[in-house]
């Protein structure tokens, strides 16, 4: 016998229907339920991986915030070093010219005193 032969005495019995209602409509409702768990365990999964995702990106913008307040002090910091290095380049300039136009005039006065030729 095929189902479909199954399905057609069912139909001409109504006593089977009546009698049959009550199993078909738990077993549809148990694999309705079991669906549904199997759904809300799936968006439970996601809401959780959503959740993971979001605190990660809270760090990942914490770590950004510390990197770019990180960076700026460096730069002030490495703008007040380079203003120091640089003034003691021009200290460094100002020193060495008096001192080669002191040694200009020194070898001004030692060509001077030689006796020419």
Known sequence: ????????KRLTDPE???????GLLTTR???YEAEFASIRAEIISVSNRLDKIERNQGMLQVDMRDLRNGVARFMVEF???????????????????ARF?????????????????
């Not at 089977?16 to 009550?22: A, K, N, Q, T």
């Not at 703008?79 to 010219?97: I, S, T």
Request: glycine share 0%.
């Open 29 to 31: 409702t148990a694999k």
């Open 79 to 97: 703008d007040q070093r380079m203003r120091a290095l640089e003034a003691a380049v021009e200290k460094d300039r100002a020193d060495n010219a």
């Open 1 to 8: 016998m095929t189902t479909i032969d199954v399905l057609d």
């Open 101 to 117: 136009d002191k040694i200009d005039a020194t070898l001004a006065e030692i060509l001077r005193r030689l006796p020419k030729a």
């Open 16 to 22: 089977s229907i009546v009698w049959d209602l009550p």
